[in-house]
């Protein structure tokens, strides 16, 4: 069974400091890597994905992630946090099949918190 | 493009009561999800659907909870009936299943905060 570990339940940084929001992973197989963040009452939206190819995966708001099979980690990075990057941020791990059909299993989610 | 619609944005009702949810995938993706969410954890898993079929419903407490998609395009959750531990948002979500085979990210509609009394 596919699982997400996100160890951290919240993260303090201060404004312009690097950021790093912590993911691991269990899947058979090659998985596919996403964050999601979600702002108060408000639906997730999609920051990235790790399909194949380049460790380094860039998205929104200037984030990214680092996918490491070895560590089966794909966490969350910044070089420098802005205010309005505090929200709740979720991993999330599907394992990938030729029907598409496996389930996207998510983390429990950190809340980012910068300080001004 | 629009996003993913879902009504009501809140509701309360009392326990035993019936309930339900009403989602509007963005144009064109066959593949639709519900997910619960419960305060301070991930969200969960319900359904999901491919077009007008179920693919997956492991995880979907069948003996109150039903949903459907007729047409492959819309889709209600309903509740029935209600217990205090449904209390949490259920979030829909859709993508479009193309050759990545799950790769493809999910968009989600702002949820409904469901209040179970």
């Known amino acids: 069974a596919q699982s997400v570990a996100q160890p951290e339940d919240q993260v303090n940084v201060a404004e312009g400091n690097p950021l790093t929001v912590k993911c691991t992973y269990s899947v058979s197989g090659n998985p596919y890597l996403f964050w999601y963040v979600q702002y108060p009452n408000r639906g997730l939206q999609f920051l990235l994905k790790y399909i194949t190819g380049d460790n380094l995966v860039k998205g929104s708001y200037g984030f990214e992630a680092e996918f490491n099979k070895s560590q089966t980690s794909f966490h969350l990075k910044k070089p420098s946090a802005l205010v309005s990057d505090s929200a709740l941020y979720f991993c999330?791990?599907?394992?990938?099949?030729?029907?598409?059909?496996?389930?996207?299993?998510f983390g429990i989610g950190t809340k980012l918190q910068v300080i001004p | 493009e629009a996003g993913v619609a879902q009504s009501p944005r809140y509701k309360i009702i009392e326990k035993r009561q019936s309930v339900a949810f009403w989602c509007n995938p963005i144009s064109g993706h066959a593949t639709l999800y519900w997910y619960q969410q419960i305060l301070g954890q991930g969200p969960k898993l319900l359904i999901q659907?491919?077009?007008?079929?179920?693919?997956?419903d492991s995880q979907l407490p069948k003996d109150r909870f039903s949903a459907e998609r007729l047409k492959g395009v819309d889709s209600t959750l309903k509740i029935q009936p209600a217990k205090l531990e449904d209390s949490a948002v259920y979030l829909c979500?859709?993508?479009?299943?193309?050759?990545?085979?799950?790769?493809?990210?999910?968009?989600f509609g702002p949820g409904t905060r469901l209040t179970v009394l």
């Open positions: 659907f491919q077009n007008n079929g179920v693919v997956d």
């Open positions: 999330a791990v599907r394992q990938p099949s030729s029907g598409g059909y496996q389930k996207v299993t």
């Open positions: 979500a859709s993508s479009s299943e193309g050759g990545l085979a799950g790769g493809n990210e999910q968009f």
